[in-house]
């Protein structure tokens, strides 16, 4: 008998091989969720604060149980339609930066710039990566950017496949660079600020101490960025994404880096520098950010000599890619709609400051980092967040002799680090799939950083409480 023979007589007589577990789709999970939720809401009492009158921030003594309001599976699914109108603003911002930057892609000026910059750095391409990380990150500081992070992905797409590297590093060199200056931000008037005002701290006190730790931080992630980033451009095979993946942006041959290419990229910096400035005083948000990048593209593609049929066409087709990313903000904020209208939030934050009464300052510190931690996914909003938690935590401060500073650490760290990891957060499953990237593949990529970064807060909080901040 044949060897050949042999194989295919041993593969029919021998036991099938399991099959590995494959993580479901991502809107598959989503939806898992969302139904997840709507059962847990017919397990957990009902419960709700009182706010004060003419304010947003709750009385912590005013905490009762109310009749249960579950969640059926007709409002299950009817969440999903809420949550997209709940997120309306980002999903408009995402099809529309998406169509805008398809037509500054084509006219060819990003890829030519990065073709230029990879010449004079001879080779030395990876320095893009700190360089670019520091600025996002000041940038997430100040708190001028955090959501709108999203204009900014294309390009680090572009530069990413450009370098022959992988779309985790394109997304993540703008994504986690903003979110390190978010999370150890000292000054970032949504989420910092208003914890401190809640708490009854002068605003921006203790900021130098953060500042350090958001040194820390940023420093962790460019070190873990810059080691996956090599690794895959030595070895794409490395790549937590395989070598058969799809791109969110198209390359283009570059033709040398002409005059209208330098007029396009300089018109670029310019528009985001006065959307920076537009941010910090005039207070603009997602409206204004969308009105500049549309001003942009058009500019873009009359410089770049493109038609307007032609723009008309780069446009949709870039609302196109944007759909899977769009449509999925949608779902991720269903959930949180869901565990709002089965009134359990409130529930959950009451039954876990219970035993902190009976806890020393190092564990009641570590406890509600770890809360925090954990509640983010319920309440992924870090405004919203703090304006739930702090009224109630503050004042369990004096109780246990722990130092308000510490209170808003804890909250601001717990709260920022989960970002990056809880499928509640529609700018977190935008942002992935923008850049096709799936979300277990994320998982798999961010977990170890986020333990590094979970650590570096941790003992944060513990020096905080030793020193009083």
Same mark, same amino acid.
């Given at each position: 008998?044949?060897?050949?023979?042999?194989?295919?007589?041993?593969n029919?007589?021998?036991?099938?091989?399991?099959?590995?577990?494959?993580?479901?789709?991502?809107?598959? /999970?989503?939806?898992?969720?969302?139904?997840?939720?709507?059962? /847990?809401?017919?397990?957990?009492?009902?419960?709700?604060?009182?706010?004060?009158?003419d304010?947003?921030?709750?009385?912590?003594n005013s905490?009762?149980?109310?009749?249960r309001?579950?969640?059926?599976? !007709?409002?299950a699914?009817?969440?999903?339609?809420?949550?997209?109108?709940?997120?309306?603003?980002?999903?408009?911002?995402?099809?529309?930066?998406?169509?805008?930057?398809?037509?500054?892609?084509?006219?060819?000026?990003?890829?030519?710039?990065?073709?230029?910059?990879?010449?004079?750095l001879?080779?030395?391409?990876?320095?893009?990566i700190?360089?670019?990380?520091?600025?996002?990150?000041?940038?997430?500081?100040?708190?001028?950017?955090?959501?709108?992070?999203?204009?900014?992905?294309?390009?680090?797409?572009?530069?990413?496949?450009?370098?022959?590297?992988?779309?985790?590093?394109?997304?993540?060199?703008?994504?986690?660079?903003?979110y #390190?200056?978010?999370?150890?931000?000292?000054?970032?008037?949504?989420?910092?600020?208003?914890?401190?005002?809640?708490?009854?701290l002068?605003?921006?006190?203790?900021?130098v101490?953060?500042?350090?730790?958001?040194?820390?931080? =940023?420093?962790?992630?460019?070190?873990?960025?810059?080691?996956?980033?090599?690794?895959?451009?030595?070895?794409?095979? &490395?790549?937590?994404?395989?070598?058969?993946?799809?791109?969110?942006?198209?390359?283009?041959?570059?033709?040398?880096?002409?005059?209208?290419?330098?007029?396009?990229?300089?018109?670029?910096?310019?528009?985001?520098?006065?959307?920076?400035?537009?941010?910090q #005083?005039?207070e603009?948000?997602?409206?204004e950010?969308?009105t500049?990048?549309?001003?942009?593209?058009?500019?873009?593609?009359?410089?770049?000599?493109?038609?307007?049929?032609?723009?008309?066409?780069?446009?949709?087709?870039?609302?196109?890619?944007?759909? !899977?990313?769009?449509?999925?903000?949608?779902?991720?904020? #269903?959930?949180?709609?869901?565990?709002?209208?089965?009134?359990i939030?409130?529930?959950?934050?009451?039954?876990?400051?219970?035993?902190?009464?009976?806890?020393?300052?190092?564990?009641?510190?570590?406890?509600?980092?770890?809360?925090?931690?954990?509640?983010? !996914?319920?309440?992924?909003?870090?405004?919203?967040?703090?304006?739930?938690?702090?009224?109630?935590?503050?004042?369990?401060?004096?109780?246990?002799? &722990?130092?308000?500073?510490?209170?808003?650490?804890?909250?601001?760290?717990?709260?920022?680090?989960?970002?990056?990891?809880?499928?509640?957060?529609?700018?977190?499953?935008?942002?992935?799939?923008?850049?096709?990237?799936?979300?277990?593949?994320?998982?798999?990529?961010?977990?170890? =950083?986020?333990?590094?970064?979970?650590?570096?807060?941790?003992?944060?909080?513990?020096?905080g409480?030793?020193?009083?901040?």
């Open positions: 008998m044949s060897e050949a023979a042999k194989k295919i007589i041993k029919e007589n021998s036991p099938e091989v399991k099959k590995k577990f494959k993580m479901p789709d991502t809107y598959v /999970l989503l939806l898992f969720f969302i139904l997840g939720s709507a059962l /847990l809401t017919y397990i957990m009492p009902a419960g709700t604060y009182e706010f004060f009158k304010t947003k921030n709750i009385d912590p905490f009762h149980f109310i009749d309001t579950p969640v059926n599976l !007709f409002y699914f009817q969440s999903i339609s809420e949550g997209m109108i709940k997120s309306a603003s980002i999903i408009f911002t995402v099809f529309l930066v998406s169509g805008a930057f398809k037509i500054i892609n084509d006219t060819g000026s990003i890829d030519s710039g990065i073709d230029y910059l990879a010449k004079v001879k080779g030395k391409v990876l320095v893009l700190p360089i670019i990380m520091i600025v996002m990150s000041i940038l997430g500081y100040l708190g001028i950017i955090v959501n709108q992070t999203i204009v900014f992905i294309p390009i680090g797409l572009l530069i990413a496949r450009k370098l022959k590297m992988d779309p985790i590093v394109g997304l993540s060199m703008m994504y986690l660079a903003t #390190a200056g978010f999370i150890g931000s000292g000054m970032d008037p949504f989420t910092i600020v208003i914890a401190q005002k809640i708490a009854g002068p605003i921006l006190s203790a900021i101490y953060r500042t350090v730790v958001y040194a820390f931080l =940023l420093g962790a992630a460019i070190l873990y960025l810059m080691s996956y980033a090599k690794k895959v451009m030595d070895n794409p095979e &490395l790549s937590i994404m395989g070598t058969d993946y799809e791109w969110a942006v198209e390359e283009h041959s570059s033709y040398g880096f002409s005059t209208r290419h330098k007029v396009i990229l300089a018109a670029v910096f310019l528009t985001f520098s006065y959307y920076v400035y537009g941010a #005083a005039k603009w948000g997602m409206n950010l969308n500049v990048v549309l001003m942009l593209a058009v500019f873009s593609g009359l410089v770049g000599r493109m038609s307007f049929e032609k723009m008309s066409k780069s446009f949709v087709d870039g609302c196109k890619m944007a759909v !899977f990313s769009a449509i999925l903000i949608g779902f991720a904020t #269903a959930i949180s709609v869901v565990l709002t209208n089965g009134n939030i409130h529930t959950i934050i009451y039954y876990a400051s219970l035993p902190l009464k009976s806890m020393s300052t190092y564990a009641s510190a570590i406890f509600i980092f770890a809360f925090n931690w954990v509640f983010n !996914f319920f309440v992924p909003s870090g405004s919203g967040q703090a304006a739930v938690v702090m009224p109630i935590l503050a004042p369990l401060g004096d109780v246990i002799g &722990l130092s308000k500073q510490v209170i808003v650490s804890a909250y601001k760290y717990g709260d920022g680090i989960t970002n990056l990891i809880i499928p509640t957060s529609g700018t977190l499953m935008g942002f992935i799939g923008l850049a096709k990237i799936s979300y277990d593949k994320w998982l798999k990529f961010i977990f170890p =950083l986020i333990w590094i970064w979970t650590g570096i807060a941790a003992a944060a909080v513990i020096v409480v030793m020193i009083g901040h």
